[in-house]
């Protein structure tokens, strides 16, 4: 009996020296994001991003949408900001015996980027950014048939803009022209490419992530 109570008591101790270690861990990781330590900040997104890259899809999110999510890479994060790519491909479905282009890689970048956006916002522990940029990235083929990767879509959003936003109404085009997304139409409203605007985290003080191979 004695010693049920002993092992009883040590668990019920070890268990609060855990449970008070990860609050001051906790702790410590906001401060320091807050204080725009963008080491901490860079290793917040890498730990989240991977996470969201092993998540099964949840119901309410197309696939197209939340394959988009998962192909997102740190490009640079700063004190208070946060940028990333992500890539969007056209959505077919089979129709009278032949594939029909239902969603545009343009329209499947908007709907990534609102998604994308707020996730970043507000589902990251520890740091609240007060600007995120999202570029979408589609293939584009030349004349030759070779595949070229260039930007879609470039979505530079504040927080200010964000909290604006009403993301139970709102279709993501909505979304996107409300945040601001830069984007270019051609003929019978193809998307062509566009350069990504000025990163917020190039001022300096930023920390730039390598190119994923």
Request: hydrophobic content about 40%; charged content about 20%.
């Amino acid at each position: 009996m004695v010693w049920g109570v002993v092992i009883v008591v040590i668990a019920l101790v070890f268990v609060g020296y855990v449970v008070v270690q990860g609050t001051r861990a906790a702790r410590a990781w906001r401060k320091a994001a807050g204080d725009g330590d963008v080491g901490v900040i860079k290793q917040i997104l890498d730990d989240a991003i991977n996470s969201w890259s092993s998540m099964r899809r949840p119901k309410e999110v197309p696939s197209g949408v939340w394959r988009g999510i998962q192909s997102m890479n740190l490009v640079e994060v700063g004190p208070d900001s946060v940028h990333v790519s992500c890539q969007a491909e056209s959505e077919y479905r089979l129709q009278d015996g032949r594939w029909v282009e239902t969603s545009n890689p343009l329209q499947e970048g908007m709907a990534i980027t609102a998604r994308g956006v707020d996730m970043i916002f507000y589902e990251l522990p520890y740091f609240r950014p007060e600007s995120v940029q999202i570029d979408v990235y589609t293939t584009y083929r030349g004349p030759d048939g070779s595949a070229d990767r260039q930007c879609v879509l470039s979505t530079p959003a504040t927080r200010e803009l964000v909290q604006q936003v009403d993301w139970d109404e709102w279709s993501a085009a909505e979304i996107v022209e409300a945040l601001g997304g830069h984007y270019q139409l051609g003929e019978s409203d193809r998307p062509l490419p566009v350069a990504p605007v000025p990163s917020a985290t190039s001022g300096g003080n930023g920390h730039r992530s390598e190119p994923s191979s």
